[in-house]
């Protein structure tokens, strides 16, 4: 079956200007995971959705930062008047549930550069 | 504090070498542990994970990985590497009980294997 997806693979933006990054998790997983990979920071938690909902905003790194799931599918994050330093691999995850170990199946990731 | 430590951010070894990877993590609340791989240019898959049970998990590709609660580690091991396990390894954790399902990860660990 299809693996996890992400659009777009690369992503070159000015600064100020918004993004949309898209994930469609694997069919039947109701977890949904966003995590973000730099250099600087490694590997940084965002967000969560269980089904359409995000219980824990906390981890996303500004307000410029937001994220929805529409349907128990598709999710989107956007960012908000990209800095340079949004810059990073956006990577999404799903898994069959949200907790107790279960596997988290990762797309291939969006490369933000914000010139 | 960081929560996952991987205590060599490259480690280089000729072909049919053994190897070990070195992960510690510290914790409030009993966890389960994963490694993932990351191969070039590709999203993160995972290798193995401990959730219960016996102590030492063997994984895919002939890794294997022991859980020492005592000294609170997680190591990754193979008795002899081919080229193709050249990647990025990722030590991370998952508080049991936690509502989240949440990754924290390593800072990665960057095994490249020589002729």
């Known amino acids: 079956g299809a693996g996890v997806s992400q659009s777009p693979s690369n992503k070159v933006t000015e600064k100020g200007k918004d993004v949309e990054l898209r994930c469609d998790p694997i069919s039947g997983h109701t977890a949904l995971y966003w995590y973000r990979q730099s250099l600087g920071q490694g590997l940084e938690f965002l967000i969560y959705f269980q089904g359409n909902s995000a219980p824990d905003k906390s981890g996303l790194p500004s307000d410029r930062f937001s994220a929805e799931r529409t349907g128990g599918s598709v999710s989107t994050l956007t960012i908000q008047r990209t800095q340079q330093e949004d810059s990073a691999v956006y990577l999404c995850?799903?898994?069959?549930?949200?907790?107790?170990?279960?596997?988290?199946?990762f797309g291939p990731g969006t490369r933000l550069t914000v010139t | 504090a960081q929560s996952v430590t991987q205590l060599d951010s490259q480690v280089p070894v000729f072909e049919e070498a053994p190897v070990e990877l070195r992960c510690n993590y510290s914790?409030?609340?009993?966890?389960?542990l994963f490694w993932y791989v990351q191969y070039p240019n590709q999203g993160l898959q995972l290798l193995l994970k401990?959730?219960?049970?016996?102590?030492l998990v063997k994984g895919i590709n002939g890794f294997e990985a022991e859980f020492n609660k005592s000294q609170t580690s997680f190591h990754l091991r193979k008795p002899s590497v081919h080229i193709s396990d050249t990647a990025e390894y990722f030590c991370a954790r998952e508080d049991r009980g936690s509502t989240l399902g949440r990754l924290y990860f390593g800072r990665g660990t960057q095994l490249t294997v020589w002729p």
């Open positions: 914790s409030s609340v009993s966890v389960y």
């Open positions: 995850a799903s898994s069959l549930a949200f907790s107790g170990g279960f596997e988290q199946y």
């Open positions: 401990y959730l219960s049970g016996s102590t």
